[in-house]
């Protein structure tokens, strides 16, 4: 449950770094709000994961989701560069997170 809630805490620090964009420095009113209610929900749900979740490989996953989310989101919403190093990086970020978790996965079972 607690690996379900860290990929919940993940995405939705994807909604509020998108808000922080939208809110355009805190002037837009509906953005602010969404990125001010995303920030805590996201950080609750994190926070909750946490307690059974290794602090350095809850922390590495958790802004590795929202990092890779952000990037995929600003491609495809913001129409930002897509580069061969840009998407290069971004899977060595992804099988970072996934490697984060196998490795977690197996120091629990030793």
Do not use: Q, R
Request: hydrophobic content about 60%.
């Amino acid at each position: 449950m607690a690996w379900l809630l860290l990929i919940i805490a993940g995405l939705t620090e994807i909604v509020w770094a998108i808000g922080l964009k939208e809110a355009n420095g805190f002037t837009e009113l509906v953005p602010s709000i969404i990125t001010i209610v995303f920030l805590v929900v996201s950080f609750f749900i994190f926070a909750k994961a946490m307690k059974t979740i290794p602090i350095g490989t809850a922390y590495a996953i958790f802004t590795g989701i929202g990092a890779a989310g952000t990037v995929i989101v600003g491609i495809l919403w913001f129409h930002e560069e897509v580069s061969f190093g840009k998407l290069f990086f971004l899977g060595v970020l992804l099988i970072g997170i996934i490697g984060l978790k196998l490795v977690d996965d197996e120091e629990e079972v030793a």
